[in-house]
């Protein structure tokens, strides 16, 4: 079945820093979405992509739609504390009675040091 | 504009007890689903409805039981709690299934 498989699982760095993580498939996705979860919330949406080859930017954030449609990767410029928490990469489920559902990835946890 | 809320925020249970996890929108959206969050797992789909009166499984509906009267709301019952089902649970919606789902701010269930 379809798999979302996200590196890195976890991630420590310096205030300032860039940050880079990336989700891959075996399958084919149409849509890829990154989210954004804090802790005690839910996830919230940062991105969505939607057309292969497709770059685009939210403040520092900025995610590509991978060109085969198997992969996508977000990044993070000038990281802030304001930062931590789970990354999540998503993606619309294809097969059987569950279109339009996600499934995600593990997710990417970062923690900045001020 | 609430957007997507669920009730309790925490819940402790006895094996075998039964309860219900509400959830409630008020986007006017179609598609509402519950997923289930555990360490290192993300997020794996519980049932999902499409509208009202419809629903179906996703990838982990074992133990659980959803139903969906109205557009706005879409409950999730656990028949007999047990301890696997210890965890944190989201519902989410969105208007037309394939992007942007709204997530609620999840309720932490402690099954003991």
């Known amino acids: 079945g379809q798999q979302l498989n996200q590196s890195p699982q976890s991630m420590f760095i310096q205030e300032g820093e860039d940050v880079s993580m990336n989700c891959t498939s075996s399958s084919i996705f149409n849509t890829w979405l990154w989210y954004k979860q804090e802790p005690g919330e839910g996830p919230v949406l940062l991105i969505a992509l939607y057309k292969a080859g497709e770059l685009t930017s939210n403040g520092r954030l900025t995610a590509q739609f991978g060109i085969t449609r198997k992969d996508s990767f977000l990044n993070i410029s000038a990281s802030i504390p304001s930062d931590v928490g789970i990354y999540f990469c998503?993606?619309?489920?294809?097969?059987?009675?569950?279109?339009?559902?996600?499934?995600f990835g593990k997710g990417t946890k970062l923690s900045v040091k001020p | 504009n609430a957007g997507v809320t669920q009730t309790p925020k925490f819940q402790v249970l006895k094996t075998g007890q039964s309860m219900t996890l509400q959830c409630a929108q008020d986007?006017?959206?179609?598609?509402m689903s519950w997923y289930r969050q555990d360490p290192g797992m993300g997020l794996r789909l519980i049932h999902y409805?499409?509208?009202?009166?419809?629903?179906d499984q996703g990838e982990v509906p074992n133990g659980y039981n959803v139903s969906r009267s109205t557009t706005e709301d879409f409950p999730l019952r656990l028949l007999s709690a047990a301890p696997s089902q210890t965890s944190v649970y989201f519902c989410a919606s969105s208007y037309d299934g394939q992007y942007g789902y709204t997530f609620g701010s999840g309720t932490r269930l402690t099954v003991v």
């Open positions: 998503a993606g619309p489920m294809n097969y059987g009675g569950s279109q339009g559902n996600l499934i």
């Open positions: 409805s499409v509208g009202a009166g419809i629903t």
């Open positions: 986007m006017n959206h179609e598609y």
